[in-house]
């Protein structure tokens, strides 16, 4: 039993920054990897960055370089700092948890509800 929720979307000017945060809360035995994906309306949903609980990183390349995302685990909370945000990146941004429900299940994925972020040109 995990829930997932975002803070941080809104609009910002081309150029400008944005902050996301994900906070997992409930009952669960820890949380592996976690993540941002976007997707865009009439455009399928594409990862954005990840982080593992080691905190190795991957990027989509379209972000590379001007998004970073971090995580705390002691909070539960998975970050995705957003700078030099150009209007292509307008999306609705999902966090995701590969989040151990107890010490006897396997990891199950889970996301949050998204969060609204435009970019205006």
Same mark, same amino acid.
């Given at each position: ?15 400008? %920054?944005?902050?996301? %945060? ?13 993540? $941002? ?5 009439? =455009? #399928?949903?594409?990862? &954005?960055?990840?982080?593992?609980? /080691?905190?190795? +990183? ?9 998004? /970073? ?5 002691? =909070?539960? +909370?998975?970050?995705? #700092?957003?700078?030099?945000? =150009?209007?292509?990146?307008?999306? &609705? ?5 590969? &989040? =151990?429900?107890?010490? $006897? ?5 889970? $996301?949050? #509800?998204? /969060?609204? &972020? /435009?970019?205006?040109?």
């Amino acid at each position: 039993q995990a829930q997932l929720v975002e803070f941080g979307g809104g609009l910002v000017q081309a150029g400008g %920054s944005l902050r996301l %945060s994900c906070v997992a809360s409930g009952s669960f035995y820890d949380i592996n990897a976690m993540g $941002w994906y976007r997707q865009a309306p009439g =455009k #399928q949903r594409e990862l &954005v960055a990840t982080i593992t609980d /080691t905190t190795s +990183t991957n990027y989509a390349d379209s972000v590379k370089g001007r998004f /970073t995302i971090s995580r705390d685990n002691a =909070k539960n +909370t998975v970050n995705l #700092q957003m700078n030099g945000l =150009k209007s292509e990146d307008t999306s &609705v941004y999902y966090c995701n948890a590969n &989040v =151990k429900p107890n010490s $006897w299940t396997a990891t199950r994925q889970y $996301w949050g #509800q998204g /969060t609204q &972020v /435009t970019v205006s040109s």
